[in-house]
């Protein structure tokens, strides 16, 4: 392999990254409170809609994050309505907002556009513009660049606005769940929920204020997906990325620091994919469908052999009551 195409697929890796690391650092924080949330995959998908219609609709790229965000938090208020205030199941409650949203975009679409479920392209304004770092296009311009170089304005350089918003998004993150008084209350009621009634903290709020955050996450998830990504909507295009971030989750053990690690891992098997059709190892060769497949497999391992060793919430899935 050759520096431009290392450079390419390191490129690749955070571009298909940051939808999974939006995506993951939602479900952190509704985890952390104890709502366990599997809609992260309806959520993307309705916001990836929205943000694609708003955007063609008015032209504008900024109101179509607005419209992927709003629709997020609304399926994002009626998964916390169900497991918060109804107390109800909150598995059960997350595959209803999957299946509502991936009904909903599919009818929608086809009322709205005609074109079997999907937007229109998006094009100019209507999408994510790349950011060029000072000197980058100088630089590409110049030829040999060396590995650093290379990678300053190759990888780093480049991306649309919301991949520097997922990145930065980590350190923030950390800071908010290990530095703040609202992070140590929410990580609390993800432990012991009835130790932060006692001390006269309402857990619903802070249940809800995090089911919030999720929204808004998945919100910027879906809208880099239908905008920066890609060009329009399309149906079904979350593609189970949703169910993956939650894998990602697991795997680092609902931390942010190890969630970015994680998120680069599947971005990385993903670029490949799409990079490698056959991969030929001498041997033998490895065909297209196995190289595709490699972020859902590694998902199965680590559901498979992570879940028991890493140890979620306490009080994570269970519904709380007030004692009176």
Known sequence: MDLASFLQILDSTIRLATPLLFACLAGLYSERAGVFDIGLEGKMLVAAFAAAAASYATGSVWLGV??????????????????????????????????????????????????????????????????????????????DLGLLGGIYSHVLSGHSILVYVALACVPLTWWVLYRTRFGLRLRAVGENPAAVDTAGVSVTGLRYAAVGITGVLCGLAGAYMSMGLSAGFLREMTAGRGYIALAALIFAKWRPWYALMACLLFGLLDAIAIRFQNIDIGVVVIPVQFTQALPYILTVIILAGFVGKAIPPRAGGEAYVKER
């Open 66 to 143: 607005l419209a992927g965000v709003g629709a997020a938090l609304v399926f994002a208020a009626i998964h916390g309505l169900a497991s918060i205030t109804f107390r109800g199941n909150q598995l059960i409650s997350g595959v209803a907002v999957n299946f509502l949203a991936s009904g909903l975009t599919v009818v929608l679409g086809a009322s709205w556009f005609q074109l079997g479920g999907q937007t229109p392209a998006l094009v100019d304004g209507m999408r994510f513009a790349e950011i060029t770092f000072p000197f980058a296009a100088s630089a590409n311009e110049s030829g």
